[in-house]
């Protein structure tokens, strides 16, 4: 019978397979091994096998894309972390992906060869005997060339060497041109997630083989901005925020322009601030600030001004607004000064200075130019929020269909589902409770139409404070717990700690001071690493369970 080279190949990977753990299986001393792929999707393969088949062994990735580096000593010295580092011999297999990427570094703008292939030729012998774990480095075949042409010494050393294809893996060559920025679309839409997909498996199945570096590092930069701008969308704000940290790296050392590193940090920064992780955000604003001459610094000042807000620092906001209002004002830039009037509006309207508020928030529609993107909604919508503030429910009323219309006319079912939640919010202040929920159940609807999981958080916590207005515990409870899933699903703790604070009340309120005061550990912890302004309620509740006093 003849053997097709299909199964040929699956039959020769197959023995470099058992071989592998053959030679790694029950090890006493470290040892380094080198695994060849021809792609990240049969690296991770590889690695999930390895899991299942070598289960003696306690397995650590350490992907060093992010770091330019010239001693991996070092490096595991610094990045793995301590139970890794002070291991009993062997029960560790530290995997290290991405050295591929310091074989190259930029010099007066021109790609040159590191010096980590020397460094790691005079370091063979410490990665062998002074680390307690077996040391898989994984590459591709030009990488694992160039230790053999550069570091012969180490290669000396190391007898397992094994290499595995990829027969679906695609040059970049060979790949169609890269889509458009980002779907238009806001939320985890399905169109968003198919696209999120598309790009994982473009990115895990890019061949690795190719001889143009250069070209291949900048494939993978656009990538992985891309993966990260639409993973933003999809409220995945942990995966964004590392895809963003390993494409900065990878420009930075192709020293590509500082205008396209500005832009890159500029939207990490806009995750961090999603997250609720102010002073990363504040950060990375102003490395954006400072790097770069080319990229617009109204943008970079109307954030950090959004930082400051987010802090409620309303001077030091208020004063970066006012900055990126000039900056917009030069450059003739009338919808951004439209947008930066609107954060000045908010800014007034949380302190509640209703008459300034109102007066930016009418200086925004005056400036307001339909660019397709923004809209006239947010601003009506805001309008309809200090009235409701005020308790002018028929104005706000008014201002909120005023919205909604602006929004329809956009098929802007994700913005809608804002002003449905708020308009939920206002009959439940008029203890119209029935109204109320009839509002934040349209406003889930639209969530769902949109992909909009914040808004499913929201909601969720709302009707579940209705519940437990009726004493109906149960159904309160579910509805806090899914409200908290939402909102660890997308990574936003910033508000999560209110809803710790609304199940302690639960409890209390039943007489079971022991979960109550679980729950309200929780809020404290969460509120006092955020700075949360409703710390003081939640202190004030966990002293109650302290005293056994249930109010």
């Known amino acids: 019978m003849n053997t097709t080279p299909t199964s040929a190949a699956a039959l020769e990977e197959s023995t470099m397979f058992e071989e592998m753990v053959f030679s790694l299986a029950h090890h006493d001393q470290p040892t380094v091994a080198f695994v060849e792929c021809a792609s990240l999707a049969k690296r991770d393969e590889v690695e999930k096998q390895m899991a299942e088949r070598l289960s003696e062994y306690t397995f650590y990735t350490l992907d060093v894309t992010p770091y330019p580096v010239v001693s991996l000593l070092r490096v595991l010295q610094e990045k793995l972390p301590k139970e890794v580092q002070e291991s009993k011999p062997v029960s560790y297999v530290v995997h290290v992906h991405g050295l591929e990427n310091s074989l190259l570094v930029s010099e007066d703008g021109q790609l040159a060869a590191s010096a980590l292939t020397r460094q790691l030729n005079l370091e063979r012998e410490l990665l062998f005997r002074k680390v307690p774990y077996i040391l898989v480095?994984?590459?591709?075949?030009?990488?694992f060339q160039t230790l053999r042409l550069e570091a012969p010494d180490l290669c000396h050393w190391v007898t397992y060497s094994f290499r595995f294809e990829d027969h679906t893996a695609r040059s970049v060559e060979s790949l169609p041109p890269l889509p458009p920025e980002r779907l238009p679309q806001r939320g985890n839409i399905a169109e968003r997630q198919y696209r999120i997909q598309e790009l994982q498996d473009r990115y895990d199945h890019l061949s690795l083989d190719g001889?143009?570096?250069?070209?291949?590092?900048?494939?993978?930069?656009?990538?992985?901005?891309?993966?990260?701008?639409?993973?933003?969308?999809?409220f995945r704000y942990s995966e964004a925020a590392e895809y963003y940290h390993i494409a900065i790296a990878l420009q930075k050392r192709l020293r590509e322009p500082n205008g396209l590193i500005a832009h890159s940090w500029f939207r990490l920064g806009d995750v961090y601030l999603r997250m609720g992780?102010?002073?990363?955000?504040?950060?990375?604003?102003?490395?954006?600030?400072?790097?770069?001459?080319?990229y617009n610094y109204g943008s970079i000042l109307h954030q950090l001004g959004l930082v400051y807000q987010m802090q409620h620092n309303w001077s030091m906001s208020i004063d970066y607004y006012e900055k990126s209002a000039m900056w917009y004002k030069r450059t003739n830039n009338n919808n951004s000064l439209?947008?930066?009037?609107?954060?000045?509006g908010r800014v007034y309207q949380e302190q509640k200075k209703w008459s300034n508020a109102l007066e930016y928030f009418q200086l925004s529609l005056q400036e307001y130019t339909d660019d397709g993107q923004s809209?006239?909604?947010?601003?009506?919508h805001?309008?309809?929020?200090?009235?409701?503030?005020?308790?002018?429910?028929?104005?706000?009323?008014?201002?909120?269909?005023?919205?909604?219309?602006?929004?329809?006319?956009?098929?802007?079912?994700?913005?809608?589902?804002?002003?449905y939640y708020q308009l939920g919010?206002?009959?439940?202040?008029?203890?119209?409770?029935?109204?109320?929920?009839?509002?934040y159940q349209i406003s889930l609807y639209a969530c769902y139409l949109s992909g909009n999981e914040e808004g499913y958080a929201l909601n969720y916590h709302n009707i579940g404070f209705i519940h437990e207005l009726k004493k109906e515990w149960k159904d309160a409870l579910l509805c806090y717990d899914k409200a908290v899933k939402y909102i660890e699903k997308i990574g936003n703790t910033y508000d999560i700690g209110s809803t710790y604070y609304q199940i302690?009340?639960?409890y209390e309120k039943q007489q079971d001071t022991i979960n109550a005061k679980e729950w309200f550990v929780k809020a404290v912890n969460n509120m006092t690493l955020h700075g949360h302004q409703n710390l003081p309620i939640a202190l004030a509740a966990l002293k109650r369970c302290n005293l056994d006093k249930v109010i």
């Not at 992780?277 to 080319?294: F, H, M, N, T």
Request: charged letters at 30%; glycine letters at 6%; hydrophobic letters at 35%.
């Open 137 to 143: 480095l994984w590459g591709d075949a030009h990488f």
């Open 211 to 234: 001889s143009d570096k250069k070209r291949l590092l900048r494939d993978k930069t656009g990538i992985l901005s891309l993966l990260a701008q639409e993973l933003t969308e999809a």
């Open 277 to 294: 992780r102010l002073i990363e955000a504040e950060e990375v604003y102003k490395e954006c600030y400072a790097i770069s001459a080319d």
């Open 338 to 344: 439209s947008g930066i009037y609107h954060q000045l």
């Open 375 to 380: 809209s006239k909604g947010d601003t009506y």
């Open 382 to 419: 805001q309008i309809g929020v200090v009235y409701q503030q005020q308790h002018r429910w028929d104005e706000a009323l008014k201002y909120y269909y005023e919205s909604l219309r602006e929004y329809k006319v956009q098929s802007n079912i994700f913005d809608m589902s804002a002003t």
């Open 425 to 439: 919010t206002m009959h439940q202040e008029q203890d119209k409770l029935k109204k109320a929920l009839l509002y």
């Open 504 to 506: 302690g009340r639960i």
